[in-house]
């Protein structure tokens, strides 16, 4: 049987931060939440400490750039901060019963590898995938196949979490379409995004620094959620899978392969 399905564990942040302090070296993970992870690398002679944590599904929860500032304000109150050199987020994905796939995509087909489903532990399931795949590769034995098989199937909690994750999508399908747009372009300030109506339609809105604006259809070419603005990345993001795009409707990360239709006020 097979039972590939992979959710979107959602958005983790991170900032890199130059600071005073003496950093040791190594990486570190608390105990407490919410998660925090501390490590570094070299930038410029001085080590640039990375602080990742915070997370939530993509394209649900509140304004993104709160999460950046409790990064900063954690940042902060551990070192001693002289400079927030850069910023990001990306999205972690998670298989039903949270083991990663690594092995072959199907039971009948031996010539397509893949290892995905990290759930945030990258550095520590790429070796394990790596040395998985030598070993398929050359035809010896792996006591951890089995474990990883891609074309695994558990009953539970699979099942329950296949019924949950299409509720869910369900959810914000339905909230989406019935929801009305309370803003307007003209209410749009300078660097600021959100679903408006125009001419009675719904669209996705954004004005550049120096006013310019961007219209968007707000309906995700993958399959027909409506996507949300994200403030911390400037992008449009889908709900229901996890689609992300850019301003001007480009695709930024799938499963969305088509971008979001660019829309004119005259057009409308």
């Not at 992870?37 to 649900?60: A, C, F, M, V």
């Not at 909690?157 to 003209?186: C, E, F, M």
């Amino acid at each position: 049987m097979q039972f590939n399905v992979i959710n979107v564990f959602g958005l983790t942040y991170v900032v890199g931060a130059l600071v005073e302090d003496d950093f040791p070296g190594g990486m570190y993970i608390n105990a407490e939440k919410p998660t925090r992870s501390i490590r570094y690398t070299p930038y410029q002679n001085e080590k640039l400490i990375i602080i990742s944590g915070d997370h939530h599904k993509t394209g649900q929860g509140e304004s993104t750039d709160k999460h950046y500032q409790n990064l900063q304000t954690y940042a902060e109150n551990t070192f001693k901060v002289k400079e927030f050199v850069y910023r990001w987020s990306a999205q972690d994905y998670s298989t039903l019963d949270k083991v990663p796939f690594i092995g072959y995509l199907t039971d009948s087909n031996r010539n397509i590898l893949v290892a995905t489903g990290f759930r945030k532990w990258g550095m520590t399931h790429s070796h394990v995938a790596a040395l998985l795949f030598r070993d398929l590769i050359l035809d010896k034995e792996n006591p951890y196949e089995t474990l990883y098989v891609p074309s695994r199937f558990v009953t539970d909690p699979s099942v329950k979490r296949v019924i949950q994750t299409n509720v869910d999508v369900a959810k914000h399908l339905v909230k989406g379409k019935l929801k009305k747009p309370t803003k307007k372009v003209d209410d749009l300030k300078n660097e600021e995004g959100a679903i408006v109506q125009v001419d009675g339609k719904r669209c996705g809105a954004y004005k550049d620094k120096n006013g310019k604006l961007f219209l968007v259809d707000s309906t995700c070419t993958h399959m027909g959620c409506e996507v949300k603005w994200n403030s911390g990345e400037k992008t449009w993001d889908c709900p229901c899978h996890g689609s992300r795009f850019a301003i001007n409707g480009d695709v930024v990360e799938g499963p969305a392969e088509r971008p979001l239709k660019q829309v004119q006020e005259g057009d409308l």
